[in-house]
């Protein structure tokens, strides 16, 4: 009977100890949402990849209200120690995907309202490419009591799909940076 | 001790400047980099009513007797070209205005239509925009009507001519019979004093898939029976092309993409209408 229950115990939580999110985030634009809020996860044994999952909005003073969900990952290739406390990610190549909600948006095209591929693109879901540089250092005494053991800063660069594609048929006339958008964000790491 | 306190010192400036870098590189790329979404429907620096404003800027100017504008169209992904077009159309004498009949964006998203409005405010003449099928992608329709004109439907007269610009996207509309109006166009083109001449401005051709079949016979009554429409002016369909679907003094005209180098000038002089296209 004990090894019973520990046997359907066990697994659920070593599952939870693997469902429990590594790291936090709060990011201002990065197209995103004005303010986004996120969990995330290491990836890899070298822990040198991340998967955030974040919710962000946009309130409607500041560009019509909007809800966005992203899945972002990352990879940090480069470490470099600062100090004994503080590590630079100096140049993080990432893949993200966004899903905006609402009626505006198809995922599918509507087989009754349109011709099969008369818009080959979904406005609902968007595939970016970033590059982002991160700063971490040592949570100070205070914080390492929340379980907070790392806080970092980071910027990030992004560009999506639809960007790309118009950049790609004018390439003499529309400056690489310019498909570029930015955002920053702190990271605290458990 | 010294040693130690020297390495932290050190370790302390780099840490200090490569924050300065983080800094540097998030703020003074300024902020106009700073995207909240690809979908927004404005931003801090998107101009408003460019319509009514340039409207405003055309009748203020007194001109000839000659009526001279552009109908260019399909600017969608024409980044490369427009810069020539400008300078064309800058370096063409007597054009009073210009028209953008539609599909300014290929996705509907702000920063096209910002892209766009940069090489159009370069224009000496004032430019209207019509709204295109591909406008309404996504937040498109929102960003339209506030960077251009919060009414789809507008008209304007200049010089004793009628202007009719209106949206005919019926396939956005699912074609629910509301799009175009013909309630609308039947009080604009009813004939009043003072105008010798219409012209009906909008994307989408009558005569192209994405009009509406229901509405097709009955647009066309309403402008035939005006007896004064010098023409229907049109985009969309990406080449030039004149049909006569209604009657034979009622041109259908579309003009060729943005994005393939060419636009029409149209002209009426002496209540002659004319109009050629320009490749450049």
């Known amino acids: 009977m004990v090894l019973c229950v520990m046997f359907f115990l066990s697994p659920k939580v070593s599952a939870q100890k693997f469902l429990m999110p590594k790291t936090a985030i709060v990011q201002r634009a990065g197209s995103i949402g004005y303010n986004s809020f996120g969990v995330g996860y290491n990836l890899f044994k ?29 990879y940090r290739p480069l470490s470099i120690k600062l100090s004994d406390f503080a590590v630079l990610n100096l140049a993080n190549p990432g893949l993200f995907v966004t899903h905006h909600p609402g009626g505006k948006f198809h995922t599918t095209l509507n087989k009754d309202q349109y011709p099969a591929g008369y818009y080959w693109w979904s406005s609902a879901v968007r595939f970016h490419i970033s590059a982002s540089t991160e700063i971490k250092i040592n949570a100070p005494k205070m914080l390492l009591k929340t379980g907070v053991e790392q806080v970092a800063l980071y910027g990030e660069l992004n560009t999506n799909e639809l960007y790309a594609v118009s950049w790609f048929k004018n390439r003499e006339n529309l400056p690489l940076l310019d498909i570029f958008k930015l955002g920053f964000g702190l990271k605290v790491y458990f | 001790m010294g040693d130690k306190s020297l390495i932290i010192e050190n370790s302390t400036m780099k840490l ?8 540097v590189l998030l703020f003074s790329s300024s902020c106009r980099k700073l995207e909240y979404s690809p979908n927004q429907k404005f931003d801090k620096n998107t101009p408003r009513n ?81 709204i295109g099928n591909h406008d309404h992608s996504a937040n498109g329709l929102y960003v339209y009507q506030r960077m251009y004109s919060e009414q789809l439907d507008f008209s304007f007269i200049y010089k004793g001519l009628k202007f009719v610009c209106h949206n005919t996207n019926s396939r956005e509309y699912k074609f629910n019979g509301t799009v175009p109006d013909l309630d609308y166009l039947r009080s604009q083109f009813k ?9 009906a401005i909008a994307h989408v051709p009558p005569t192209n898939g994405d009009f509406d079949k229901k509405l097709f016979a009955e647009y066309g009554e309403i402008l035939t029976k005006n007896g004064k429409v010098y023409a229907v002016l049109n985009a969309h369909i990406d080449r030039e ?40």
């Open chain 1, 46 to 74: 070298n822990k040198k990849g991340s998967l955030d999952l974040a919710w962000g909005y946009v309130p409607k003073s500041k560009g019509g209200r909007q809800d966005i969900f992203a899945a972002k990952f990352a």
């Open chain 2, 50 to 130: 460019i319509n009514a404003n340039n409207l405003n800027r055309l009748l203020a100017t007194p001109g000839d007797d000659t009526i001279r504008f552009v109908l260019s169209g399909d600017s969608q992904a024409a980044y490369d070209d427009l810069g020539t077009f400008i300078s064309k159309v800058n370096a063409t004498k007597g054009i009073d205005f210009v028209i953008l009949n539609g599909d300014i964006s290929d996705f509907g998203l702000l920063q096209e239509f910002k892209w766009i409005e940069s090489f159009y405010s370069k224009l000496n003449a004032p430019y209207l925009a019509v």
């Open chain 2, 191 to 199: 004939t009043e004093a003072g105008v010798t001449g219409y012209f």
């Open chain 2, 16 to 23: 200090i400047l490569l924050l300065s870098y983080i800094l």
């Open chain 2, 241 to 280: 092309t004149i049909q006569y679907p209604y009657s034979s003094t009622l041109p259908v005209i579309t003009t060729n993409s943005l994005y393939n180098r060419h636009f029409l000038v149209v002209e009426v002089v002496n209540n002659k209408f004319k109009f050629y296209d320009v490749e450049f």
